[in-house]
């Protein structure tokens, strides 16, 4: 009933820019957190960044000053804007997002397929 759908992931040199957008969309009655996380191979997955409704925004401290992360509530969606990538930064980011399906639905965290970054010269 409902997907995150992430796009924008790529290739990109070390020291240049990514920008990551993850959609929601099916039945949603409301949006509340959303975050970015990355998975790096042999890792555990990570919280990258995270934005309340209002636009409370947390970082990881490897990515702050870097990274940015804002939402789009009209259209349902997240972004990660990524400057300064390293190689480091190489991993699967996903997005998820807590959601409310109806008024009395539970809140539900729900979850993309999936983005390669890749850091690399």
């Known amino acids: 009933q409902v997907q ?55 970082y990881a401290d490897s990515v702050k000053g870097r990274f940015t992360i804002s939402r789009d509530n009209a259209r349902n969606t997240v972004y990660l804007q990524m400057n300064s990538l390293k190689p480091e930064d190489t991993a699967v980011y996903y997005c998820n997002a807590d959601i409310k399906t109806s008024v009395l639905g539970p809140l539900t965290a729900y979850w993309g397929q999936g983005t390669q970054v890749t850091v690399s010269s």
Request: charge should be positive; hydrophobic fraction near 35%.
């Open 4 to 58: 995150l759908v992430e796009s924008g992931g790529g290739l990109v040199q070390p020291g240049g820019s990514l920008r990551l957008s993850c959609a929601a969309s099916g039945r949603i009655f409301r949006i509340n957190d959303m975050r970015w996380y990355r998975q790096a191979p042999g890792k555990q997955r990570e919280l990258v960044a995270a934005i309340t409704s209002g636009g409370t925004t947390n």
